[in-house]
């Protein structure tokens, strides 16, 4: 995809969400609700994405245990 549809493409999201966050303030929405649904709906659009995330998790902990000398290096 050309850069300048990746970059137009950009702006229209940033522009979407921020009118989604300016008008979840002006129906007095609670900003942690408005930032759980905006993080479900990325999840949601990208299948794979959650476990993706999980997987990087449970890498980096077992990253630090091992330098902790607590887990075994295979």
């Known amino acids: 995809m050309p ?3 990746i970059e137009a493409a950009s702006l229209e999201i940033m522009h979407l969400l921020q009118r989604a966050a300016q008008l979840a ?3 007095g929405g609670d900003t942690d609700l408005f930032m759980q649904a905006a993080w479900a ?3 949601e ?3 794979g994405l959650r476990e993706e995330l999980a997987e990087k998790e449970l890498r ?3 990253k630090k245990l091992r330098k902790r000398g607590l887990v075994a290096a295979a």
């Open 3 to 5: 850069e300048a549809v």
């Open 25 to 27: 303030a002006e129906q």
């Open 60 to 62: 980096a902990q077992l």
């Open 45 to 47: 659009a990208r299948p």
């Open 41 to 43: 709906a990325c999840l």
